[in-house]
């Protein structure tokens, strides 16, 4: 079997466990999306996913959307800014990136709003909340979403808020993870009945390699899956 036929192989399978999630929570098949997350690998791995018909691909670091936007540029590649972003990386994700996922404080977002508006663009980004106890984990506080989405509304027309972001706990324990996941659904659902004008609420990016059906049986629209779908990363 070639290393497309894997990916392929393997891509195939995850849609299929997706698709059994949404199944098992009564939603249609095909209602989640899938977002690759190529961090660590290089060009060839993301042209052999884009390959399959992947067009949004996931990244942590800016750096590294930029060092391979260059070699991919004949594919289009929409760049998905997913890791935590540093205030000072604002302007490299506001050149590079279609998508600001990690949007988790007013300081970020004023500086993305201030690149993007020199810039005469606009983003899509999500609004990252944190719903794990962990410490290394980012994000804002779900009290804090409500003023939060606002004031972005109000002051931040380049960033068109679509939704909301979290990364679950890490732990063995599925209810945790699965709290975690429906904590982040609920809070949209509330969120929803406040009708932030200027805000939209539609999407749910949550769940990776390691949990993304308990996320899609919670309400994910989206899943961030890296390592199933690319293989084992190397860290060197």
Known sequence: M?????MAARVAGLRQRIDAACARSGRPAGSVALLP???????EAVRQAAALGFTRFGENKTQEIHQKAGPLADLGIQWVMIGHLQTNKAKDAARDAAEVQSLDRLELAQALQRRLE?????????????????????????????GFLRT????CPALRVQGLMTLAVQS????????????????????????????????????????????????????RIGSAIFGARSYS
């Open 172 to 223: 063995d324990d599925t209810e945790a993870v699965r709290r975690c996941f429906r904590n982040l659904r609920e809070l949209r659902d509330r969120l929803r009945g406040e009708a932030i004008d200027g805000v939209r609420l539609d999407r749910l990016s949550m769940g990776m390699s390691g949990d993304f059906e308990i996320a899609v049986e919670e309400g994910a629209t989206e899943v």
């Open 152 to 155: 972005l509304a109000r002051d």
């Open 2 to 6: 070639s290393f497309d036929d894997s």
């Open 118 to 146: 020199a810039d005469g663009r606009a983003i899509d980004v999500l609004v990252q909340v944190k719903t794990s106890p962990e410490p290394s984990k980012h994000g804002l506080p779900p009290e804090d979403t409500a």
């Open 37 to 43: 997350v190529s961090k660590t690998f290089g060009p």
